[in-house]
Each structure stands twice: as structure tokens, then as C-alpha cells.
């Protein structure tokens, strides 16, 4: 028995480690997918500044209207840049092979990244990207070392420096441990605003990784309360039925 529950530990350590992004401190993005507000302007943002490379292939530009409460106009007019045809997917013009030569890696599709790594996960991220003169795209992130992304909102959030924790060692390399960011040149945007507006992008992520859980959220409470009625309603019943049995 001890043997099987070691055995069952090791498998889910390798998923755990990958959804905490190798032991970072993860902030917490307070998704409400229920908010149609902050799931139009996250939907927004990710066709602005994500869908160039990142495609989400199992989304459909008209069951996304549907449930954010988008006109089919103001679907077309505001959202579909990529796409002819609402019924289409949200997919990339990049080629593949171009993706590669130019980041060294292939963009992965977003569809799911919010149920694969965590909401929180992909909150702080977008966070805490930091210069690095020593990476080819300039950038790199205290989440994800050694990321092939670069920072591509950067001239919202700002130019941000790591400041690290310890005692240089012979190459004069500080970086043993990560103590704060400080922004070296600011942004468009405030902190608050910026937190906002990645908060924003996370929550329209949480939504199209399960877009059924609209529905299901709104016919969950209902169901929940119907069986509680029906309860009720079956235990006035049997007293009323027993009351004479002795």
C-alpha cells in the first residue's frame, strides 16, 4: 500500500511543479468569468496584442460573441481581424516554420493555457518580465527563466529590473535569489492599470479554456435550488404519510 501511494505522489509531482512554473510565488488573478465587462475587454486585448502569434483554435468567433453579448456587427468590426467568417476559429497568419525561426519556438495555442497552468499561473506571468541584455530577445521572466517570449507589452506595463538577493560570486553574478522588481522606465500605463488590464486578458483566458461554464454556472444554481425544494418537499410528504403509523 505504502508503495502504490509513493508511486501515485511521483506522477502528480511532475504536473504540479509545471503548473506552479518551477516553484515561483504565483499572485492570485481573481477571475470572475461570470463579469461580461472584463471578459469583453479581456477578448479585446488578446485579439490586439496576443493573436498575432498565439492562436486559440478551439474558440469560434460567434460562440464567443454569444456568450460576451457581442453583436455579430460588433464582433466583425472590433474582433475579427484574422478571420472571414464568424464561424471561423481564432487562428494566427503566422506560418509555423516562421514562428520557429524567428523565437526558436513555435507560439503554443492559448485555448487551454488557463486549465493547463493555472489562472494565477498566467497573472503573474505577464507580470514579471524583466530586462536582460544577455537573452536575444532582451527580456526574460522570473516565472518562466530563460522564456523565448518577449515582452510584448512592454510599452504599457514599462521597462522593469530584477533586483536580486545575495553575494556575487566570481563572475560577478548576483542572481541567487529574487527579491523585487523596479521600473526602470515607465509605461503607458499605471501599476493599478496595468494589473487591470492583464487581469482583464487572464479572465477571457479562464473563459475560453471552458467556455460551457457560463452555462453551467447559471444552471447550477437553479438545479441546486430546485433539488433542495424537492427535498423538502419529499420529507413534508413522508411525515405526513407515516404520521398515523405507529
Given amino acids: 500500500m505504502r508503495t502504490k501511494l509513493l508511486v501515485l505522489a511521483a506522477a502528480f509531482l511532475p504536473v504540479a511543479a509545471f503548473a506552479a512554473g518551477g516553484g515561483a510565488h504565483l499572485d492570485a488573478a481573481n477571475v470572475d468569468v461570470t463579469n461580461k465587462a472584463s471578459l469583453q475587454r479581456g477578448a479585446a486585448n ?56 524567428w523565437f526558436g519556438v513555435v507560439p503554443p495555442d492559448l485555448s487551454l493555457i488557463a486549465r493547463s497552468r493555472g489562472a494565477d499561473y498566467v ?45 556575487p560570486n566570481a563572475a560577478g553574478d548576483v542572481r541567487h535569489e529574487f527579491k523585487e522588481f523596479k521600473i526602470a522606465t515607465p509605461g503607458k500605463m ?19 479554456a471552458e467556455p460551457a461554464q457560463l452555462q453551467r454556472r447559471a444552471l447550477g444554481v437553479p438545479a441546486i435550488a430546485f433539488l433542495i425544494f424537492f427535498t423538502l418537499l419529499a420529507y413534508a410528504m413522508k411525515k405526513e404519510y407515516w404520521k398515523d403509523v405507529k
Fill in 123 to 167: 497573472y503573474t506571468f505577464l507580470r514579471s518580465f524583466y530586462a536582460d541584455p544577455a537573452k536575444a530577445s532582451g527580456w526574460n521572466n522570473t516565472v518562466l527563466p530563460g522564456t523565448a517570449m518577449p515582452h510584448v507589452l512592454w510599452e504599457l506595463q514599462g521597462v522593469q529590473e530584477a533586483v536580486w538577493a545575495g553575494e
Fill in 190 to 208: 499605471t501599476a493599478e492599470e496595468y494589473d487591470a488590464f492583464v487581469r482583464d486578458t487572464v479572465n477571457f483566458l479562464a473563459y475560453i
Fill in 46 to 101: 488578446f485579439v490586439n496584442y496576443c493573436l498575432g502569434c498565439h492562436s486559440a483554435q478551439y474558440v469560434r468567433y460567434n460562440r464567443m460573441a454569444a456568450d460576451l453579448g457581442l453583436t455579430e456587427q460588433q464582433l466583425i468590426d472590433n474582433l475579427m481581424f484574422t478571420a472571414d467568417s464568424p464561424h471561423q476559429t481564432m487562428r494566427i497568419g503566422i506560418k509555423p516554420e516562421d514562428a520557429k525561426r
